[in-house]
């Protein structure tokens, strides 16, 4: 179930706006490597996000359960 309290506002929404961002550095600083910037920035940001979230579930489940 969804808990509000346990989770303000959600996780994996905010990767396309890590993707602008990364795009936006990437263009700036790195001009020539600019797509494989990109690539791996936004798939670092999915993994670290999902994590998060999976931390967030293991914890509200512990605060449940006991």
Do not use: C, E, Q
Not at 2 to 29: E, F, G, Q
Not at 42 to 62: E, N, P, T
């Amino acid at each position: 179930m969804w808990n509000r309290a346990a989770h303000p506002r959600p996780v994996l929404p905010m990767v396309p706006l890590t993707y602008v961002v990364a795009l936006w550095l990437a263009s700036r600083y790195f001009p020539s490597a600019g797509p494989a910037v990109v690539y791996a920035w936004g798939g670092v940001s999915i993994l670290v996000r999902l994590a998060l979230l999976v931390r967030a579930r293991g914890r509200l489940r512990k605060m449940t359960d006991g």
